[in-house]
T-cell receptor, first 110, second 118 residues
Framework: QKEVEQNSGPLSVPEGAIASLNCTYS??????FFWYRQYSGKSPELIMF????GDKEDGRFTAQLNKASQYVSLLIRDSQPSDSATYLC??????????FGTGTSLTVIP | GAVVSQHPSRVICKSGTSVKIECRSL??????MFWYRQFPKQSLMLMAT?????????EQGVEKDKFLINHASLTLSTLTVTSAHPEDSSFYIC??????????????FGQGTRLTVV
């Protein structure tokens, strides 16, 4: 398995704050990068994907990619209690397989 | 996003029996599907990559004779857990790769199957 590392947390932020989630990966041949949200007992759901270095914004979410540092992050602005979930970083390898990090548990406190 | 349907969502079986899980792409053709297993409070572990019309590619440590994968059509892949044991109890999730422009792809997930072996 390719290595994808995430801080398992738990990460707690107050409602309205910015939540910052980080991920590093070991395979330099990785092609693209994804953030999924997973609620307990449910399948992951795609939040964002990013292929190029830099920032990509979608509503309250911003993904940041730095291929030189093999680092990808997700910022959630104006965090809401409904954002409380486990966030999974996924990396698509050169062989087109998807590998996941262990996930970061986020709790948004009302 | 694309729709991937997985069935059943929950199954309980006796030790020693076999269980088949289906994964269907409903609104696109999936030449490649992936099978994952997730134990409680752990991440998704890729078990195998299923390619339509050819043998599946298994990750290291996954027993191909125990976890049989068939991808007979562009919309259906099946995972059969043979001679199930209690340690096989887990959340099994399939995903299908959706080819995009420029070779970029996304993966969409089925609802998952909670397997309990008693």
């Amino acid at each position: 398995q390719k290595e994808v590392e995430q801080n398992s947390g738990p990460l707690s932020v107050p409602e309205g704050a910015i939540a910052s989630l980080n991920c590093t990966y070991s395979d330099r041949g990785s092609q693209s990068f994804f953030w999924y949200r997973q609620y307990s007992g449910k399948s992951p759901e795609l939040i964002m994907f990013i292929y190029s270095n830099g920032d990509k914004e979608d509503g309250r979410f911003t993904a940041q990619l730095n291929k030189a540092s093999q680092y990808v992050s997700l910022l959630i602005r104006d965090s809401q209690p409904s954002d409380s979930a486990t966030y999974l970083c996924a990396v698509r390898s050169a062989g087109n397989q998807f590998y996941f990090g262990t996930g970061t548990s986020l709790t948004v406190i009302p | 996003g694309a729709v991937v349907s997985q069935h059943p969502s929950r199954v309980i079986c006796k030790s020693g029996t076999s269980v088949k899980i289906e994964c269907r792409s409903l609104d696109f053709q999936a030449t490649t599907m992936f099978w994952y297993r997730q134990f409680p409070k752990q991440s998704l572990m890729l078990m195998a990559t299923s390619n339509e019309g050819s043998k599946a590619t298994y990750e290291q440590g996954v027993e191909k004779d125990k976890f049989l994968i068939n991808h007979a059509s562009l919309t259906l892949s099946t995972l059969t857990v043979t001679s199930a044991h209690p340690e096989d109890s887990s959340f099994y999730i399939c995903s299908a790769r959706v080819p995009g422009q420029g070779g970029n792809t996304e993966a969409f997930f089925g609802q998952g199957t909670r397997l309990t072996v008693v």
